[in-house]
């Protein structure tokens, strides 16, 4: 689940400018994403325990389960509200090789699995296994870009359950002026509804700051941090600054140039070629060198 990187994407790779007020275009709101941003995922756990959703199942693998939350969208339904809790427990049991009726059953708790064990509560263990822990350098990142005056919001292709996990780690509504999840909004990067649902809570917070008869923000006030090229790509289409944490590891990175948009690709999904912790921290705070 990790983000596949081609060639093109590491030019988004690049740290903010901080421009000249009177350009109209100084940067006055950042945004960061949350997963792989300010905090550490573990993709890997989460799939490589998937199959005690289905213990009867000796061949199931999580090559498979992936390819049918692809095939279903169920993650972008949950992100976004599509389906509640209810509609993604039984959309994980029946990625688990579950019969529609069963999975069903399932998921209300009406029956357990084979072995006893209660399935709704299982499935919310393993969401919780991709939440890891906030990267404190980047914490702190945040904490001194709002001395520094800026509104410092969170955007996230989230639910109420990730919110919750996070929260063992973050104080999210502590740390960021706002905080909009996808599933709130009923949209999610790189939708542009999103983006724009974002402008306008940056545009509340910053009249509230500087008075009523404030100007205007536009999109170009905004500055935006994610670990997803298309995200980024999406805010730059509508006239955000917007950065992509890169993630390869520093020897990857060196020799990307010598590697085909497949081998590239590939590498860029694999968490053994990926940083995290403080090394995945200094990335981010690389791209506001610039800036503060």
């Known amino acids: ?152 919001g969170a955007l996230s292709n989230a639910t109420p359950w990730h919110e919750s996990d996070i929260l063992r780690t973050a104080s999210l509504h502590e740390l960021f002026d706002v ?6 909004v009923g949209s999610e990067k790189p939708e542009e509804n999103i983006y724009r649902a974002a402008l306008n809570a940056a545009q509340e917070i910053y009249r509230k700051k500087m008075g009523p008869d404030s100007e205007c923000l536009t999109a170009t006030h905004i500055a935006f941090v994610d670990d997803t090229p298309a995200n980024v790509k999406a805010a730059r289409a509508l006239g955000w600054h917007a950065s992509l944490v890169c993630l390869l590891k520093s020897e990857l990175l060196e020799t990307s140039q010598q590697l085909n948009e497949q081998e590239l690709s590939d590498l860029s999904s694999q968490s053994c070629n990926l940083v995290f912790g403080e090394e995945a921290a200094c990335r981010v705070e690389s791209l506001f060198s610039k800036l503060i």
């Not at 049991?93 to 069963?102: I, V, Y």
């Not at 905080?179 to 709130?184: A, G, H, I, K, R």
Request: charge should be positive; charged fraction near 20%.
């Open 1 to 152: 689940m990790w983000p596949r990187l081609s060639s093109q994407d590491l030019n988004l790779f690049e740290p903010f400018n901080q421009f000249n007020a009177s350009s109209g275009r100084d940067i006055r709101v950042i945004y960061f994403d949350i997963g792989s941003v300010l905090i550490d995922l573990d993709w890997d756990s989460f799939f490589g325990r998937l199959h005690e959703l289905n213990p009867d199942n000796p061949s199931l693998t999580s090559e498979k389960i992936l390819r049918h939350l692809r095939d279903n969208q169920l993650m972008q339904k949950w992100c976004t509200g599509a389906i509640g809790p209810l509609g993604y427990a039984q959309g994980m049991l029946e990625a688990a090789g579950h019969s529609k009726d069963k999975a069903h059953r399932l998921a209300l708790g009406i029956e357990p699995l084979s072995n006893g064990t209660f399935a709704p509560a299982l499935v919310k263990e393993h969401s919780s296994l991709i939440v890891g822990p906030a990267r404190p350098r980047v914490v702190r990142l945040i904490q001194k870009l709002r001395k520094h005056n800026f509104i410092v």
């Open 179 to 184: 905080v909009l999840f996808s599933q709130d």
